[in-house]
C-alpha cells in the first residue's frame, strides 16, 4: 500500500474505537472496539446521585489495545504508512491533573477516589454549581455567557470543576488544573511533561469552558475569584491560546510510537469533542443539522460567518467559529438522553428474565430482541390524539435551555397501556424533543434547511427515523457510515498532517455518502403536530411543579 493512511480513535460513553482509514479514499482498513472493564463493572459511579466517572486507565488501556489490533491485522509493511492520529471524545468530560498534566487518579493516593478521574459528560452531580454560575453571570456588565446559549449547564467544565474543589479536600489541594479528555489524550501521546504547554481544542473551549475571542481568552480571574475563592488556583493555571482541530497537537513521542508500533514522526491533531468530529465524518453542509444519535444525541449546524455575524441562538450549547469546520459558525444542540430513554425502558422490561433466568445466554438473546420486537409493534399502532405520551428528559434536558433537574413523565396510561404503547410515546418524545431544538434555531434566525442522521440509532432504528421525519415533517439522510465520529477524527488527522489543506477537501475525498433517506408521511404530519403541542403543554407543566 502506497496511500498515506490516518488513525481516527473515538472516545464513546462505553468503549473506545480506532479506526485505519485510506486517506485517498475513506476505506476503513481496519477497526478495533475495546470497552471500558472499569466503567462496564459499574465501578466508580452511583446513577442513583446521577455519579458517573470514568477513570483514566480505561483510555489508556482502550488506546493501546485498538490500535495494536488494528495493526496487527495490517502488518508491518502496511503501518509504516500512518501518518497521523486524532482524537474525538465525550464532552464535556474533564479531570484534575497536576501540575506535570497527569491525571491525579494515576497517582497511588487518588486511584480509587472517582473525584481525581475523568466526570463523564453525563455526569449531573454539579446542578447547584451551575445554578450559581447562572445567577452570578448576571451580576456583570459582560455577559460572559453569551456564546454559550445564556444557560450554564452542570454537564459543562466549570460546574464540575467547582463541585469538585468544593466537595474533596484532597483533591482540590492537588489540582493543579482541569482538562478535558479531548485535550489530555493528544497531549498524553506527544509526551507532555507540562500542562501549561497543552494545546486545548477551540472545540471543548468554547462550548463548554467559556472561551472566546471576544473575552481575549476566558473570562476574567475576577469572575471566578467571586463566584468562590477555590476556583482562584486553578483559573489561573488554565489556558489563553485555543486551537481547530485541523491544527497538530504535536508529533508522537518515542515510548508512544514504540508502544504502539508506529513510526516516529506520526502527526496527532489538537483533539474534539465526537459530535464535532462526526459532524465532519458525516459531511455536514451549511444549514443542515447533523443529529450524532446515541445514547443522547448532539446536534450540530454549521453557518458560514458572515453569514451569521451578531446572531445568537439562546438556550443551545454555544456557537463557536471554528468548533467543527475552521472558518465557519459551528452550533450546538442536543438532547441528555436519547438512546439512553430506549435502554431505560429495555432494562426495566427485562429486569424480570435478567433476575429470573438462570441460563446467560437465552436471558441475553431474548433481552436483545427487546427494541427491535417493541419498534415492529409500535410501528403498526394506529395514531391516536389520546395515545400515551412522554417527555423525554429522563436525563434532563440539555437544549433548548439546559435545565438538568427536570424530570421525565408519562400521562394517558389506562389498562390497556401496554409495552408498544409506551414504547411508542417515549419514541415520540424523543422526537418531539428533537423538534424543539430545531424550532429554537428556526425562530431565532439560523434556519434548518435539512436533517443528516449519524450513528448508531440513525442506522439501526427505522422506526425511529420515519417518526422522526414524521414530527419534524422534513427528510432526513442517513449517512452510510456507522463510525462517522471516527472518520471525521481521521479526516481531521489528514488534515493536520497536511495530506489535505482544509477539512472540506478531506470530507470531499474520503466521505463514504449517504444510503437512505426517510421521508414525512403527509397523513401523519398534522397528527403530530397536535401531539406535539401537547408534548410542549405537558413539559411546560413538569416545569412549573419543578418550580415549586
Known sequence: MKDPIVIGVDYGTDSVRSVLVNTSNGKEIASSVFYYPRWKA???????????????LDYIEGLKTTIKECLASIGKDVAKHVRAI?????????????????????????ENNPNAMFVLWKDHTATGEAAEINEHAKKFDINYLQFVGGIYSSEWFWAKLLHILRNDEGVRQACYSWVEHCDWIPFLL?????????????????????????????????????????????????FTETYSSDKPAGTISKEWASELGLPNDVVIGVGAFDAHMGAVGGQIE??????????????????????????????ICG???????PGMLGLEAGQS????????????????????????????KVIDKLIGALSSEAAKLPLNENDELAVDWLNGRRTPDADQTVKAAIVNLNLGSDAPRIFKALVEATCFGAKAIVDRFNDQGVPVKG??????????????????????????????????????????????????????????????????????????????????????????????????
Open 337 to 364: 438522553a436519547f438512546g439512553d430513554v430506549y435502554a431505560w425502558f429495555k432494562n426495566l422490561l427485562s429486569w424480570p428474565i435478567d433476575h429470573l433466568y438462570e441460563d446467560e445466554k437465552s436471558k441475553t
Open 190 to 238: 506527544t509526551g507532555g511533561k507540562n500542562v501549561a504547554d497543552m494545546k486545548r481544542g477551540v472545540c471543548s473551549a468554547g462550548h463548554k469552558a467559556l472561551w472566546a475571542k471576544e473575552f481575549k481568552g476566558l473570562p476574567p480571574g475576577q469572575f471566578f475569584s467571586s463566584l468562590d475563592p477555590v476556583l482562584d488556583r486553578v483559573s489561573a493555571g488554565l
Open 451 to 548: 436533517l443528516i442522521g449519524l450513528g448508531g440509532v440513525a442506522k439501526k432504528s427505522p422506526y425511529i427515523m420515519q417518526t422522526m421525519a414524521d414530527v419534524m415533517n422534513m427528510p432526513i439522510r442517513i449517512h452510510k457510515s456507522e463510525q462517522t465520529c471516527a472518520i471525521g477524527a481521521a479526516m481531521f488527522a489528514a488534515t493536520a498532517a497536511g495530506i489535505y489543506d482544509k477539512v472540506e477537501d478531506a470530507m470531499k475525498a474520503m466521505g463514504q455518502g449517504f444510503d437512505l433517506e426517510y421521508h414525512p408521511n403527509p397523513k401523519n404530519v398534522e397528527h403530530y403536530k397536535r401531539r406535539y403541542k401537547q408534548y410542549k403543554n405537558l413539559g411546560a407543566f413538569i416545569e412549573r411543579q419543578n418550580s415549586n
Open 86 to 110: 486524532s482524537i474525538d471524545t465525550t464532552g464535556s468530560t474533564p479531570v484534575a491533573v497536576d501540575q506535570t498534566g497527569t491525571p491525579l487518579a494515576l497517582l497511588p493516593q487518588f
Open 319 to 325: 456557537q463557536v467559529p471554528g468548533s467543527i469546520i
Open 42 to 56: 459499574g465501578k466508580f459511579s452511583d446513577p442513583s446521585i446521577n455519579q458517573f466517572r470514568q477513570h483514566p
Open 286 to 315: 451549511p444549514y443542515y443539522l447533523s443529529k450524532v444519535m446515541g445514547t443522547s444525541t448532539c446536534d450540530m449546524l454549521v453557518a458560514p460567518l458572515e453569514e451569521v455575524n451578531g446572531k445568537l441562538v439562546q438556550g
